[in-house]
């Protein structure tokens, strides 16, 4: 079965430097992943996915994610954090064990806070 | 653009008693997914459907059951209703149901029971 770890629970940054939430994942297939994000209260957003193409996968609000199947990674990045930046992050992979059906595995998410 | 609807948007329920989800996809997406998030939790995929019929199943209670009708609308069921069914219920729904396909969730139904 396929799984994700996010190894920060919770992620601090001031304005304007960089943000990196971290995601490894464990799969026995060629893995699609996915971010989301959830603000308080809002439900999930799609910020990007890797599906095997581009290892560089560029989403919305600014966000990037590199795919390291040498790493087993999928960490998200981005330049400069602005303050509607705070929310949970979800990395998120599709399990194909499930007879070639979509099904979505979550990580535990981290807690993005942006502080002036 | 149209997202997907989950009504209602917030539900208090006594203890024993049912409750129903519905879920609205995006036009022309056929296949519907159901999650729950309990306080604090990652959401926790309970069941999908694709094409009316069940494609697969998570950790759904059976006191839960579900259905995806002919317009491609879903209901979740939920029936002797305990304290700790209260979460958020997230549906999503995507155009296919194959891996990696890229699935659009709704502003999820907050249940709460009392």
């Known amino acids: 079965a396929q799984s994700v770890t996010q190894l920060d629970s919770h992620v601090s940054v001031s304005e304007g430097t960089p943000v990196l939430l971290r995601c490894n994942y464990s799969?026995?297939?060629?893995?699609?992943l996915f971010w989301y994000v959830q603000h308080p209260n809002k439900g999930l957003q799609l910020l990007l996915k890797?599906?095997?193409?581009?290892?560089l996968v560029k989403g919305i609000n600014g966000f990037e994610a590199e795919f390291k199947k040498s790493e087993t990674s999928f960490h998200l990045t981005k330049p400069s954090a602005h303050m509607s930046d705070a929310a949970e992050y979800f990395c998120?992979?599709?399990?194909?064990?499930?007879?070639?059906?979509?099904?979505?595995?979550f990580g535990a998410g981290t807690r993005l806070a942006v502080h002036p | 653009a149209a997202g997907v609807i989950q009504s209602p948007r917030h539900l208090i329920k006594e203890k024993r008693e049912t409750a129903t989800l519905k879920c609205y996809p995006i036009?022309?997406?056929?296949?519907v997914y159901w999650y729950q998030q309990g306080p604090g939790q990652d959401p926790q995929f309970l069941i999908s459907?694709?094409?009316?019929?069940?494609?697969d199943k998570g950790s759904i209670p059976d006191r839960f059951s579900a259905q995806q009708f002919s317009d491609y609308h879903s209901e979740l069921n939920m029936s002797s209703l305990e304290l700790g069914d209260s979460a958020l219920y997230f549906c999503?729904?995507?155009?296919?149901?194959?891996?990696?396909?890229?699935?659009?969730f709704g502003q999820g139904t907050r249940l709460t029971v009392v």
């Open positions: 799969s026995s297939y060629s893995p699609s």
């Open positions: 890797y599906t095997s193409a581009a290892t």
């Open positions: 036009p022309r997406h056929d296949t």
């Open positions: 999503a729904s995507s155009l296919g149901p194959k891996t990696g396909t890229e699935a659009f």
């Open positions: 459907f694709y094409e009316k019929m069940q494609s």
């Open positions: 998120v992979v599709s399990d194909p064990s499930s007879g070639g059906y979509n099904k979505l595995i």
